[in-house]
């Protein structure tokens, strides 16, 4: 033929083909998988990311929800503390009183029963700090594992040629 001995004549296009053309179009092809491999990948890691971000949200949410539940314990057991020392002085002066006014003990035990429902009938309804979910009772504490994984389990990113 016109075109050498190596000439051949491609079917899409009718024309012929040297195998500078074959290579040619072999290379294209061979790009065109590398490419898809490479939008697969992409795609892949786009997920992956999708993925990290709303769990590194769930844990930003749960770490400030830590913090408010910290702060909260913090000043409920300041709170605890104030009420044991206020205790303890009182019945330091209870004791006192005692002693200073035998005469008077039976006043004394009335008062000391009224203040005593007074005082408890006080804690329980007005003064508890607000614990807004805080839940400081050991039989519905419950632990939760923390909204995390390896970020290297079933990562396909790793072994994917780019």
Same mark, same amino acid.
């Given at each position: 033929?016109?075109?050498?001995?190596?000439?051949?004549?491609?079917?899409?296009?009718?024309?012929?083909?040297?195998?500078?053309?074959?290579?040619?179009?072999?290379?294209?092809?061979?790009?065109?998988?590398?490419?898809?491999?490479?939008?697969? %990948?992409? *795609?892949?890691?786009?997920?992956? @990311?999708? #993925?990290?971000?709303?769990?590194?949200?769930?844990?930003? !949410?749960?770490?400030?929800?830590?913090?408010?539940?910290?702060?909260?314990?913090?000043?409920?057991?300041?709170?605890?503390?104030?009420?044991?020392?206020?205790?303890?002085?009182?019945?330091?002066?209870?004791?006192?009183?005692?002693?200073?006014?035998?005469?008077?003990?039976?006043?004394?035990?009335?008062?000391? %029963?009224? *203040?005593?429902?007074?005082?408890? @009938?006080? #804690?329980?309804?007005?003064?508890?700090?607000?614990?807004? !979910?805080?839940?400081?009772?050991?039989?519905?504490?419950?632990?939760?594992?923390?909204?995390?994984?390896?970020?290297?389990?079933?990562?396909?990113?790793?072994?994917?040629?780019?």
């Amino acid at each position: 033929g016109i075109m050498g001995v190596n000439a051949t004549i491609d079917e899409e296009t009718g024309h012929g083909s040297t195998p500078a053309i074959q290579q040619v179009k072999g290379e294209i092809q061979h790009s065109m998988v590398v490419m898809r491999e490479n939008m697969r %990948a992409m *795609a892949v890691r786009e997920s992956q @990311l999708l #993925n990290l971000d709303e769990k590194s949200a769930a844990l930003e !949410g749960a770490s400030t929800n830590f913090q408010r539940g910290a702060k909260r314990l913090y000043q409920h057991q300041v709170w605890q503390r104030y009420k044991l020392f206020v205790a303890l002085v009182s019945t330091i002066i209870w004791a006192a009183c005692v002693v200073m006014f035998r005469q008077h003990l039976k006043a004394l035990l009335m008062f000391t %029963a009224v *203040a005593a429902v007074t005082a408890f @009938l006080a #804690n329980h309804y007005l003064w508890q700090p607000s614990a807004n !979910g805080l839940c400081l009772d050991d039989s519905q504490t419950q632990l939760v594992r923390a909204p995390l994984e390896s970020i290297y389990e079933n990562d396909d990113i790793s072994g994917l040629a780019s």
